[in-house]
């Protein structure tokens, strides 16, 4: 499956963005779909992720109650809705899918987008 991401932008603090992710590909709803980040001189780290019926879905703890992951396998899309973005939220966003193990590991996922740049601004 190839995806690509759409989205991002420069956004003040305390503001919202939304991802989206769209895969090619008939089988999209098998896949489960996770977010990754990078900040600058950082390594990628995981964000959110949900399972191929969108029946479960994670957070890293630092997103919690802010970010919300969703999908629409009839649109082979994947969502992710930012709120009360901070600062410390800059980073290049990866669309990432997997079809097992951890939903945290990002070696867990085969097929990646290109990254998409998130910019808060104090």
């Known amino acids: 499956v190839q995806l690509q991401a759409f989205g991002g932008g420069l956004v003040q603090a305390g503001g919202s963005l939304r991802f989206s992710c769209t895969a090619s590909g008939r089988t999209f709803s098998s896949y489960a779909m996770g977010w990754f980040r990078q900040a600058p001189g950082k390594e990628r780290e995981f964000v959110a992720a949900?399972?191929?019926?969108?029946?479960?879905?994670y957070y890293t703890d630092s997103v919690k109650g802010r970010f919300a992951i969703s999908r629409n396998n009839a649109k082979n899309t994947v969502y992710l809705q930012m709120n009360m973005l901070k600062p410390q939220d800059t980073a290049v966003y990866y669309c990432a899918a997997k079809s097992g193990g951890s939903y945290t590991i990002s070696d867990n996922y085969q097929n990646w987008g290109q990254g998409t740049l998130v910019t808060v601004s104090s």
């Open positions: 949900i399972s191929w019926s969108g029946g479960g879905t």
